[in-house]
């Protein structure tokens, strides 16, 4: 299925994308079942996940149960509502350097012999048609395309063998770099102790879009291959497939859980291939529109704004 967070009447909801819309799952379930209120699974995507079978389960009979009814105030038009990224509050946003060997090769950086994470914070959290902010103390704002995963339970020492077990679902991800920040002066070639600054490079706010689906393991299927496409004003800045990926999902899984507990709405953001702005090509400018598009996860559009 596909999943969606959105905003309608300032309150946060779970919607289910059909063919009709928008099915406004806590609006359905006070119809349905001739309840004032609903439960907080139909209002927290991370409480949806958390659930488990059961939460999913309601979800399948919500939509049963609303199209048996054809009532069209149950559905809503994605135009009309605000979407929020599908996890507005993860506990940890994850992201994996140089999993791409192509990408490291354009930045003169080699695959390391293990996953390298760095995080970013909630702040860094956008939907969906939200703007991404070029900083008033940076020119080099770059972009990322990349499959996040969704961890859909909770685990701490997973095993590659039973990796995707814990596997939510998938959505978009654009890892936004601030290039000026991240390198220290004379990176690659030039090295000092502390390496990149990763919070200064990769957490600013807006530096995660992401969205505007979850889609569920079941209906992705074998996430290998899916192709990856970034589009800057409709030109192709990125293109690569997933099957590229040189440390696979159940091995980055494996890697992070060790010692780390991993909880249902955690991201997990898998890497990038090649054409990113910092190897050669243009700079995000004020007013460019950026597409992010994977195959049977969704497209992710932001326009980027300068910051006033």
């Known amino acids: 299925m596909k999943l969606l967070s959105f905003v309608k009447d300032d309150v946060v909801k779970v919607g289910l994308v059909t063919s009709r819309g928008i099915l406004d799952l806590p609006r359905c379930y006070q119809n349905v079942y001739n309840d004032s209120e609903a439960p907080n699974w139909l209002y927290s995507m991370k409480h949806l996940l958390a659930g488990g079978e059961d939460a999913f389960n309601l979800v ?115 890892d936004v770099s601030f290039r000026d920040k991240q390198f220290p002066p004379g990176w690659p070639q030039k090295l000092n102790p502390f390496g990149q600054n990763w919070i200064l490079g990769k957490s600013l706010d807006t530096a995660a879009p992401c969205g505007p689906y979850l889609v ?12 990856l496409t970034l589009k800057v004003n409709d030109e192709v800045r990125q293109e690569g497939s997933t099957d590229d990926m040189y440390f696979k999902i159940d091995t980055l899984i494996e890697y992070i859980s060790d010692g780390l507990t991993l909880e249902p709405g955690d991201i997990i953001a898998t890497g990038t291939p090649p054409g990113v702005a910092a190897a050669g090509k243009s700079y995000l400018k004020h007013n460019d529109v950026v597409v992010c598009e994977i195959e049977k996860i969704g497209v992710l559009r932001n326009r980027v704004m300068r910051e006033i």
């Not at 990224?85 to 506990?91: G, R």
């Not at 569920?216 to 192709?227: R, S």
């Open 60 to 174: 399948v009979k919500l939509e049963r149960a609303a199209l048996e009814l054809s009532d069209p105030n149950l559905f809503i038009r994605e135009n009309d509502v605000k979407i929020k990224p599908p996890i507005p509050d993860p506990s940890k946003i994850l992201c994996v350097a140089a999993n791409y060997a192509a990408h490291g090769k354009e930045l003169d950086v080699n695959v390391p012999d293990n996953p390298y994470f760095f995080g970013k914070f909630q702040n860094a959290l956008i939907g969906h048609e939200e703007n991404i902010l070029i900083p008033k103390t940076s020119n080099k704002v770059d972009y990322e395309i990349e499959l996040a995963v969704i961890i859909g339970r909770r685990g701490k020492y997973i095993s590659k063998s039973k990796a995707y077990d814990y596997v939510g679902g998938y959505t978009v991800f654009n």
């Open 216 to 227: 569920t393991k079941d209906e992705v299927g074998d996430p290998y291959p899916l192709k």
